[in-house]
């Protein structure tokens, strides 16, 4: 019923960017919190970003403050993770979480995750 299905990864040199994007179908976007998480191998999954179903309000992680930009477009039904700056420790498996609220059951919808490598 619910579909999440990333893009946009790939590799990338150190100090370089990418934007990752997520659409969500099945479920009204607009109803959706997005969440945003990594995992390295033989690491645990971490969050990484989170935006609101109404879009005003967002947090990172610290280890990516001020580096990632978390944001979305509803009429595409698409969140967005704009990566600038990268390090090698930003190399991982990036996930996108689709949350719906009680209205909806709580569901809760992962992407299949998307590889980020940045590397020389």
């Known amino acids: 019923q619910v579909l999440v299905v990333e893009s946009g990864g790939g590799l990338v040199q150190p100090g370089g960017s990418l934007r990752l994007s997520c659409v969500a179908s099945g479920l009204p976007f607009s109803n959706a919190d997005m969440i945003w998480y990594r995992q390295a191998p033989g690491k645990e999954r971490e969050l990484v970003s989170i935006?609101?179903?109404?879009?005003?309000?967002?947090n990172y992680a610290d280890s990516v403050k001020g580096r990632f930009t978390i944001f979305r477009n509803d009429v595409k039904n698409t969140v967005y993770l704009q990566m600038n700056r990268l390090k090698p420790e930003d190399t991982a498996v990036y996930y996108c979480?689709?949350?719906?609220?009680?209205?909806?059951?709580?569901?809760?919808?992962w992407g299949q995750g998307i590889q980020v490598t940045v590397s020389s």
């Open positions: 935006i609101t179903s109404a879009g005003g309000s967002t």
């Open positions: 979480k689709a949350n719906y609220g009680l209205r909806y059951g709580n569901t809760v919808t």
